[in-house]
């Protein structure tokens, strides 16, 4: 079946520098997502990509659909600690709301 | 506050035990989905839901039996589990199933297997 490559697993940084995360698969996607869980608490949904080559921007978070449509990535930058969570992208191909996730980023920030 | 809610946010329960996990969504959204997030692995679809009809099984074990009433209201009857289906079980919504139509997710109940 489909799946999805993101790397890298896990990333160690200071407060302050960028982040940057990606995914990819051996399938082409019509949508990229990009969600954000806290311990404890379920996935909340970062930004949306509907478009080969769109990139989107919400605040310090930017993230861009691969123009082959099968990656994607995610930059954060000057990272706060509040930005400590596991970060996945997840692509959807069909109408049948059937989402491919991949395997989560854990952040860690140190202030 | 997501607009999906679930219930409860923890379970622990017995092999031979029956429980129902309930999850509920303010979203006035027409679609909703059961996740499984087992530790080290991507999320897995369990179930689709379209206008209260079943639309995707993923080749789910019949001891999980879900159960739509409504376009707000979606359950998920649980009998004779087996530790490894020890995990934190998600509830998604979206206004359709298209894929410009994302899904919001509820903060899942953790289920634990005896």
């Known amino acids: 079946g489909q799946q999805l490559n993101q790397s890298p697993q896990s990333m160690f940084i200071q407060e302050g520098e960028d982040v940057s995360m990606n995914c990819t698969s051996s399938?082409?996607?019509?949508?990229w997502l990009w969600y954000k869980q806290d311990p404890g608490e379920g996935p909340v949904l970062l930004i949306a990509?509907?478009?080969?080559?769109e990139l989107t921007s919400n605040g310090r978070l930017t993230a861009q659909f691969g123009i082959t449509r099968k990656d994607s990535f995610l930059n954060i930058s000057a990272s706060i600690p509040s930005d400590v969570g596991i970060y996945f992208c997840?692509?959807?191909?069909?109408?049948?709301?059937?989402?491919?996730f991949g395997q989560g980023t854990e952040l860690s920030v140190k202030p | 506050e997501t607009g999906v809610t679930q219930t409860p946010r923890h379970l622990v329960m017995g092999m031979t035990n029956k429980k129902s996990l309930k999850c509920e969504q303010h979203?006035?959204?027409?679609?909703m989905y059961w996740y499984k997030q087992s530790a080290k692995k991507p999320l897995e679809l369990m179930f689709v839901?379209?206008?209260?009809?079943?639309?995707e099984n993923n080749s789910v074990p019949s001891r999980f039996s879900p159960e739509c009433p409504n376009s707000s209201h979606l359950f998920l009857h649980l009998h004779t589990l087996q530790p490894e289906d020890s995990a934190l079980y998600l509830c998604?919504?979206?206004?359709?199933?298209?894929?410009?139509?994302?899904?919001?997710f509820g903060d899942g109940t953790r289920l634990s297997i005896l």
């Open positions: 399938s082409i996607f019509n949508t």
């Open positions: 839901y379209n206008f209260k009809e079943q639309t």
């Open positions: 979203l006035g959204h027409n679609a």
């Open positions: 990509l509907y478009k080969a080559g």
């Open positions: 998604a919504s979206s206004q359709g199933m298209g894929s410009n139509q994302p899904q919001h």
């Open positions: 997840a692509g959807q191909l069909d109408q049948g709301g059937k989402l491919i």
